[in-house]
């Protein structure tokens, strides 16, 4: 399919999203919330692909929210008497931009966040919704909404505490200030930092590589029960756990890891 916001890349079982605008800065417009949806339900049901990279064109991950894009839309609802019905109408509008971000959540297979450049917004909402975040040196981070007299809705600060912790969360909404590579990196927003955007690509497209090489229904298992156990007692994580792990241990990509293991030999997986 031809998308206007993105631009889609596959091989060998690694799928990449390439976020292209068309505002500046691959800022994210009425297509985007859109598009992004429809990409991550595709790829959560084609078995090609076992992991999906997000990554942004021209230098910069995104500027988030594309204001004149969607002056248009957001326009509509603040005109007119502004009662239940056109808030209503508002309402469903945020409600669809999260349910776009929450796709590449629930979304079956990993996703790596690549970050260059600055990732604003909208764009550290779609970061908070992967599973794994890398960046390179001249990465910034802003959660802005603040500035602009917003509070963040589509998902940052749900996200983020999890991942950052309730205290640097708060910070950068209540500051709405930038924050660089180093300190993204000491607060645990990235797990590395790499010198170059083109070290960056390199070290994501590995990690990638590193996970489709693994049996792809324990890689989407893994995703599936840390997404199912959050918010959960660990008593109630191990219950889960325990039960997925009784239904779906037998297969015959786990004949294969102890096959290879025995042989000594790399296991060959198939998602079988």
């Given at each position: 399919m031809a998308?206007?916001?993105?631009?889609?890349?596959?091989d060998k079982g690694v799928a990449e999203v390439i976020l292209t605008g068309p505002g500046k800065g691959n800022a994210m417009g009425p297509d985007f919330w859109k598009e992004l949806p429809q990409v991550?339900?595709?790829f959560d049901r084609d078995p090609a692909v076992r992991v999906v990279i997000v990554r942004g064109d021209g230098g910069h991950f995104s500027y988030g929210l594309d204001l004149k894009a969607m002056m248009g839309e957001l326009g509509a609802h603040f005109a007119g008497d502004n009662l239940a019905a056109s808030r209503t109408r508002f309402l469903d509008l945020i409600l669809e931009m999260q349910r776009s971000v929450s796709r590449v959540a629930e979304c079956r297979k990993p996703v790596i966040?690549?970050?260059?450049?600055?990732?604003?917004?909208?764009?550290?909402?779609?970061?908070?919704?992967?599973?794994?975040?890398?960046?390179?040196?001249?990465?910034?981070?802003?959660?802005?909404e603040a500035r602009m007299a917003m509070v963040a809705d589509i998902g940052?600060?749900?996200?983020?505490?999890?991942?950052?912790?309730e205290g640097n969360t708060r910070e950068l909404a209540l500051t709405a200030k930038d924050i660089?590579?180093?300190?993204?990196?000491?607060?645990?927003?990235?797990?590395?930092?790499?010198?170059t955007p083109e070290k960056l690509l390199e070290g994501a497209?590995?990690?990638?590589?590193?996970?489709?090489?693994?049996?792809?229904?324990?890689?989407?298992?893994?995703?599936?029960?840390?997404?199912?156990?959050a918010g959960k007692s660990v008593e109630e994580g191990l219950r889960y756990v325990a039960v997925w792990n009784a239904a779906f241990l037998q297969s015959q990509d786990f004949g294969e890891a102890v096959a290879a293991f025995m042989e000594r030999r790399p296991p060959l997986f198939k998602g079988e």
């Open positions: 998308f206007r916001s993105l631009r889609l890349e596959q991550f339900e595709e966040a690549a970050v260059s450049g600055w990732c604003v917004g909208g764009g550290l909402d779609l970061i908070a919704a992967c599973d794994v975040r890398l960046c390179s040196s001249d990465a910034k981070f802003s959660l802005r940052s600060l749900q996200r983020l505490p999890r991942i950052i912790g660089d590579a180093s300190r993204a990196s000491g607060m645990g927003l990235v797990s590395e930092v790499f010198e497209r590995e990690m990638a590589g590193g996970i489709a090489a693994n049996p792809p229904l324990v890689v989407q298992g893994v995703k599936r029960v840390m997404n199912e156990c």
